[in-house]
């Protein structure tokens, strides 16, 4: 990591109660009008993101994932007490002291842990030639498309697809992922079908997911998910909470693949079904690999 920039401070300097002497020597920001406190509270609208080219990202943990990525804060807003319980941490470069209040006024969470950030926006490149993909459209919950995100990176998937629907850098996606939507290379798209149709023609294999028992008029019923061979180019299509995938997005689609489950539920959790589906190509990965056994599902 790059040395911090003048002006800011290395937190090991502040072990043994000196946040205090360094808070008289470079400024407290106690007032929420503050113009440092506007541009933070801007943040949390997409407009003001996009105005500003970055991102909100609240809290210890999403701070660390963003420098172990290598990715360099703007600016980081701390109290006086996490800098106390975080002094041995590493040097944070821009590194500004606030009250608590101020950073209550900042944060989108109702018990913040001390430290947010600024973030320019992360634009990892995928791999050429990508192996596997996760396209999803329009799901609306900020919840679930973090959800899916985090477990998108335990799986391998090289780069997401998305097209409309939450967006993908609001605090609650990025507090849901635990960061792993600032490593994932993100493609923001009107529509999944001129992409998929593309993807196919390459040689890819297009996955939707659908219900247990088909679809009317299908040519065939869907097969359960482990008999799919995962280890080839892949892209796995998910669709809306509540329409699913809409006609057009299915007519692009190569595989139809199923979750079995009890009827007593018509459908599973988007987020939910997406992590057997996503894990199976790992698994799938591992059990080819000499010395290790099978493990498919009955």
Not at 226 to 252: F, I, K, S, Y
Not at 257 to 265: E, F, G, K, L
Request: glycine share 10%.
């Amino acid at each position: 990591m790059s040395q911090p920039q003048s002006g800011a401070i290395n937190p090991s300097d502040l072990a043994g109660g000196s946040a205090g002497s360094w808070a008289k020597e470079q400024g407290l920001i106690s007032s929420r009008r503050n113009p440092l406190v506007a541009l933070f509270r801007e943040l949390q609208r997409a407009e003001g993101r996009r105005e500003q080219g970055l991102l909100l990202l609240e809290g210890t943990h999403l701070l660390e994932e963003a420098i172990g990525l290598g990715l360099r804060p703007a600016q980081v807003l701390a109290t006086s007490g996490w800098l106390e319980r975080h002094g041995g941490r590493r040097a944070w470069p821009e590194l500004q002291l606030v009250s608590e209040p101020v950073l209550a006024a900042i944060a989108t969470t109702s018990h913040p842990d001390g430290v947010v950030l600024s973030l320019p926006w992360p634009d990892p490149a995928p791999p050429e030639g990508s192996d596997f993909v996760l396209a999803l459209d329009h799901l609306q919950d900020p919840g679930n498309l973090g959800t899916l995100m985090r477990t998108a990176l335990a799986a391998g998937v090289e780069a997401l697809w998305l097209a409309g629907g939450a967006d993908p850098w609001q605090p609650k996606v990025l507090r849901a992922s635990s960061g792993a939507a600032l490593a994932l290379p993100i493609l923001r798209l009107e529509s999944l079908a001129p992409r998929l149709e593309q993807a196919r023609l390459a040689g890819n294999q297009v996955v939707a997911t659908v219900v247990p028992h088909g679809e009317a008029g299908s040519a065939a019923p869907p097969q359960p998910y482990w008999q799919l061979d995962w280890t080839r180019p892949t892209v796995l299509l998910l669709g809306n909470e509540a329409a699913g995938l809409a006609p057009d997005l299915l007519a692009c689609c190569s595989h139809r693949v199923t979750i079995p489950h009890s009827p007593a539920v018509e459908s599973l959790n988007v987020a939910v079904a997406a992590a057997p589906l996503l894990l199976e190509r790992w698994r799938q990965q591992q059990e080819r690999m000499p010395g290790i056994p099978s493990s498919a599902p009955p």
